[in-house]
């Protein structure tokens, strides 16, 4: 097992890897000697994994690694990489669940691995390094909204829409509530994926599913009219030090009959709640294709090309711009995500997302 050692931003080592195992043996770009990368055999613990999660966990999506079919490249005392595997070629989830002074040390020792391995959902500094470091190309992916509650209120004429989903909610006679003990969400959420442009299969990878092994510390909010269940959304934890800091909206179903307006109040409802527990903030997760003005050196044109007409044309396949919509009502502030890829136009690697994602 590892332990956290309260005076030192690393891990202590655990018994079952030999420091010999961690001296010198390959180098990254700049000269510096690293640790060698580890056996094929070792991988961690649930138990240190969920370590390493809840002391470097800050990524939106760092949570969703836990997520069934995940593969992983550990590195003790440092940390880990979640990636999926299709057709040969590997997809990274998120940015590397470690210290941020250690990134590129584990992705130096996964590409050597791996070399030819795409990387999605990451953040700026990640991506910055990916580009500097490793000469890949990194392109923006969407945005991530974050709220901040100490300074969160209702009002403002941007919040209309949400003062008046609010009020609608209240004179339908619904009620929220948190619970964890609820089961009805199953039948629910089959009524909810038979509206959806894609109807017999749930999207995954870049979503985490909504049946997941692990639920330790994600909030459940429920909607009722007269007792029926018509809608809820699933709040995962995003964690820092070892210490919630953070939710994010990751599962929402709701009826066809009561859709209007629900997750406007129950997201409204859990951020009362946690604001009232002292967060100061909230993520609302990623905005998919939401790409600025610009492009950067860094940048494959062909592809912000590319993913600039799917979000303008592509809303048959999935509801970009109603998602990136909603989350605009809550006035948060944005930042950039990006991918990062070794060609201009990573073809296969998009065709191996999308059916992680389970497209098709």
């Known amino acids: 097992m590892f332990m956290f050692n309260s005076s030192s931003k690393t891990l202590i080592q655990s018994k079952y890897v030999p420091a010999a195992n961690m001296t010198s043996g390959w180098v990254l770009p700049d000269g510096k000697e690293k640790a060698e990368p580890l056996p094929e055999a ?3 613990s649930f138990e240190e994994r969920m370590a390493y999660i809840k002391k470097y966990g800050s990524h939106c999506m760092s949570f969703s690694t836990l997520q069934p ?3 992983f490249f550990d590195m003790p005392g440092k940390g880990f990489i ?4 299709k057709w040969g070629s590997q997809m990274v989830l998120s940015d590397p669940v470690c210290h941020e002074d250690d990134r590129e040390m584990i992705i130096a020792a996964f590409m050597q691995k791996f070399k030819r391995a795409g990387f999605v959902q990451i953040t700026e500094p990640v991506a910055r390094l990916m580009h500097e470091r490793f000469g890949y190309y990194a392109t923006q992916f969407g945005v991530e909204t974050i709220v901040d509650m100490e300074n969160w209120s209702l009002s403002g004429k941007k919040k209309q829409i949400l003062r008046t989903s609010l009020n609608q909610t209240r004179k339908s006679g619904i009620v929220i509530r948190e619970c964890c003990e609820e089961n009805r ?3 629910l959420s089959k009524e909810w994926m038979s509206t959806r ?3 017999n299969r749930e ?3 870049l979503i985490r599913p909504m049946v997941m092994d692990h639920e330790e510390e994600t909030r459940k909010f429920f909607a009722y009219h007269e007792d029926k ?11 820092k030090d070892g210490k919630v800091i953070s939710y994010v909206p990751n599962i929402s179903r709701f009826s066809n009959s009561f859709r209007q307006g629900i997750f406007y109040s129950l997201l409204i409802c859990a951020m009362e709640t946690f604001k009232k527990e002292g967060l100061k903030e909230v993520n609302l997760g990623l905005s998919i294709l939401v790409l600025d003005d610009q492009d950067k050196t860094s940048e494959s044109r062909v592809l912000k090309s590319i993913e600039r007409l799917v979000y303008r044309y592509g809303n048959f396949i999935y509801n970009f711009r109603g998602i990136a919509f909603t989350k ?3 006035n948060g502030k944005t930042h950039n995500f990006y991918c990062a890829h070794r060609w201009p136009l990573p073809l296969i690697k998009l065709l191996t997302m999308v059916k992680l994602s389970n497209v098709f």
């Open 185 to 187: 969400h199953h039948a």
């Open 82 to 85: 979640a990636y999926m595997q």
């Open 69 to 71: 079919g995940m593969r």
């Open 328 to 330: 605009s009502r809550f």
């Open 229 to 239: 269940l018509v809608g809820f959304v699933f709040f995962d934890p995003i964690y």
């Open 42 to 44: 070792f991988a961690f």
């Open 197 to 199: 442009k894609i109807k």
């Open 203 to 205: 999207i995954g990878f």
